[in-house]
């Protein structure tokens, strides 16, 4: 692992603190009139999303953690598992399902995903910003129901339930922010 010094500090580089993968969010150098300078920081945890501030002093050195980003395809479920494809090799990789727990419900059969690992171990996994997802239910549009800025829910072919426009009918395939969960737009054929 390399080490680097808070002068190499820049925002979403990870570093091993305490034994423990942390994201740095922001940092912050400090030059007070009296006394050494100190680097703020703000770092979240890897594993459990935890956010804490931390303070370096100027000299300090920490290792940073080298990450690795792949791209693998959702094939399957196999239980409390989720079975992956790698792009490049076409090896499969058993991900357990609270890797993956966040994004089911968006989640489909040959969607490409972006994991980050340290060491050959998950640290996460990420879906596509947008996705093309099929309406499976929604009710049907009644006319003078086009009361501005009136939604209504729809359940996609994920099982996801999502606020529409009211004139979204069912099977109609839909643009979804996934980091949101929000409608984006109409998608034609």
Request: overall charge neutral; aromatic content about 10%; charged content about 30%.
């Amino acid at each position: 692992m390399p080490v680097i010094s808070t002068a190499d500090f820049r925002n979403g580089i990870t570093i091993i603190h305490g034994g423990n993968l942390f994201d740095l969010i922001e940092f912050q150098f400090v030059k007070p009139g009296k006394g050494g300078a100190f680097v703020r920081t703000r770092l979240k945890n890897v594993k459990t999303g935890q956010a804490l501030d931390y303070t370096f002093d100027s000299k300090d050195k920490v290792e940073q953690a080298i990450i690795d980003k792949e791209e693998w395809e959702y094939l399957y479920r196999d239980g409390e598992f989720f079975v992956f494809m790698e792009a490049k090799t076409f090896d499969q990789h058993s991900v357990d399902k609270k890797i993956v727990q966040e994004l089911l419900q968006f989640l489909k059969e040959n969607t490409r995903c972006s994991f980050k690992l340290h060491n050959g171990e998950i640290l996460s996994c990420s879906l596509p910003d947008f996705m093309v997802l099929k309406v499976r239910e929604s009710e049907p549009f009644v006319k003078g129901q086009t009361v501005a800025g009136t939604n209504k829910s729809a359940v996609l072919e994920t099982g996801a339930v999502i606020q529409v426009p009211v004139f979204i009918i069912q099977g109609e395939k839909i643009k979804v922010d996934t980091r949101t969960g929000r409608y984006v737009e109409r998608v034609s054929e």
